[in-house]
């Protein structure tokens, strides 16, 4: 099975459960680190912003950006069960919207959104490179480009706990015996993506500017956002 039939077997499957469980697994501090991530993408919002969520999932990034913002926001996902649940989040609310579509094949006209976020997406992805050069396609010129996602921890002292929870104790508290599987890839996900460092580096070959990188958890959960000029 490929990669991206995978990953979207495992979405579709968990999306019932996916909020409830990531709280579990984040001992609480997912909230947190989406809402700093949203607030670093406010820092460049104006009024009239139309901003693109991709790998949107149950929708929470675009949902507290609508709450936060009165930017026009498009949530894009590939699975219909976690798209369902954002519509159902997001009713009564205002120039929100989701739509299904492959993270790389979007379909936006270049230069369509001023601001385009990604969420714990990018690693669940199969090629990663194509999937920001669609980011970069559908910004317009002077738009940024965020991104959140998990980390391979590397610092050795933190590294053997971090793989302890990750690998042995995020499955069970995400999905119990009856999920386990599915929420072993989380960790088969990140352990598999690149590093930061590359990261920053397909950044810059796409010509993005004013790159910006935040740590946070010794690593484990990063911010990169840069800039198309």
Do not use: H
């Amino acid at each position: 099975m490929n990669k991206s039939k995978k990953v979207y077997d495992i979405f579709q499957n968990i999306s019932p459960y996916y909020d409830r469980a990531n709280d579990r697994i984040s001992l609480g501090l997912q909230k947190k680190r989406k809402n700093e991530f949203v607030n670093e993408v406010l820092k460049t919002c104006k009024e009239d912003s139309s901003l693109l969520d991709l790998c949107c999932g149950t929708g929470d990034i675009g949902l507290s950006l609508k709450e936060k913002s009165p930017a026009r926001v498009v949530g894009v996902d590939f699975s219909e069960n976690m798209l369902k649940i954002a519509e159902d989040k997001a009713k009564g609310l205002e120039n929100i919207s989701f739509v299904k579509a492959d993270a790389k094949k979007l379909p936006f006209s270049d230069g369509t959104f001023d601001n385009i976020t990604i969420s714990f997406g990018l690693r669940n992805t199969d090629d990663y490179k194509k999937v920001l050069e669609e980011m970069v396609r559908v910004g317009k010129d002077g738009a940024f480009i965020y991104l959140i996602d998990s980390f391979s921890v590397e610092n050795v002292l933190i590294k053997p706990f971090y793989i302890l929870f990750f690998k042995y104790l995020m499955p069970v508290l995400g999905g119990g015996l009856k999920r386990y599987r599915d929420y072993a890839w989380l960790y088969e996900s990140t352990k598999l993506f690149i590093s930061p460092k590359d990261l920053v580096e397909m950044f810059e070959s796409l010509g993005l500017k004013n790159i910006e990188i935040k740590k946070m958890l010794f690593g484990a959960c990063v911010i990169v956002s840069g800039q198309k000029i």
